[in-house]
C-alpha cells in the first residue's frame, strides 16, 4: 500500500470567507512532495490536505478529505 500522509488544516485566521483551497499533493518523488507541500502551505488561501505518492492513494485521501483541487499531478 502507497504511504499517505495527513496535512494539519491551516489555521483559522488564515481562511477566507469561504474558506482555504483544499488540495492534494500528489507524486512519488518525496522530495518534491515536500517542496510543494512547503511552499503551497505558506499561502493563506491554500489548505494542503494531504500527500500521497500515487493515484490510489491520492483517491483515498481525496475520498476522506474532498480537496477543491489537485496541487499537482
Known sequence: MSPVSPVNPASASAQGARGPW????????ALL??????LL?????????????DGAAA???????????PAHQ
Open 22 to 29: 483544499r488540495a492534494v499533493i500528489v507524486d512519488d518523488q
Open 33 to 38: 512532495v515536500s517542496a510543494f507541500e512547503m
Open 41 to 53: 502551505s505558506s499561502q493563506p488561501d491554500l489548505e494542503v490536505v494531504g500527500t500521497a505518492a
Open 59 to 69: 483517491l483515498a485521501l481525496r475520498s476522506a478529505h474532498g480537496p477543491s483541487a
